[in-house]
């Protein structure tokens, strides 16, 4: 499924970068930011959160799309992330899980704050999302 974008790519990314600003990342120093799109236009925004205990950490993925979620939006276009990379990342496993859980089509921007920028397909990146014993 192909969506149009309701605002720039740029603004998606730059509302990401801001995003990272705030982000708390004490023990791995790895900051991102994530900006969200849902199909009406609407940006949610997340950084990830770190705690002593990584697995309590929250990513900034998971933090933007619960904002959507808690706003009520469910379909959503892309997603932008940006971290102080070498080369632009991609969400982790469990990060897509969820995204996918929504919007297997969605678009992944990621940048580094240097600039480079890289977009792929969530559903290249988890091919097969809801194929399991709920699929």
Not at 21 to 34: D, L, M, N, R, T
């Amino acid at each position: 499924m192909s969506y149009e974008f309701p605002i720039a790519k740029d603004t998606l990314i730059q509302a990401a970068r801001n995003a990272r600003i705030h982000a708390y990342a004490p023990y791995s120093k790895f900051a991102v930011g994530a900006a969200l799109i849902s199909e009406d236009g609407a940006v949610f925004t997340g950084c990830n959160v770190e705690n002593i205990s990584f697995g309590l950490t929250v990513y900034a993925e998971r933090a933007c799309i619960s904002k959507a979620i808690e706003d009520g939006k469910r379909k959503f276009i892309a997603i932008a992330v940006v971290s102080d990379s070498k080369e632009p990342v991609v969400p982790c496993g469990a990060c897509r899980q969820v995204l996918a859980e929504f919007s297997p089509e969605l678009r992944v921007i990621s940048c580094t704050t240097d600039g480079e920028v890289a977009e792929f397909a969530l559903d290249t990146l988890l091919p097969s999302a809801r194929q399991g014993i709920l699929g």
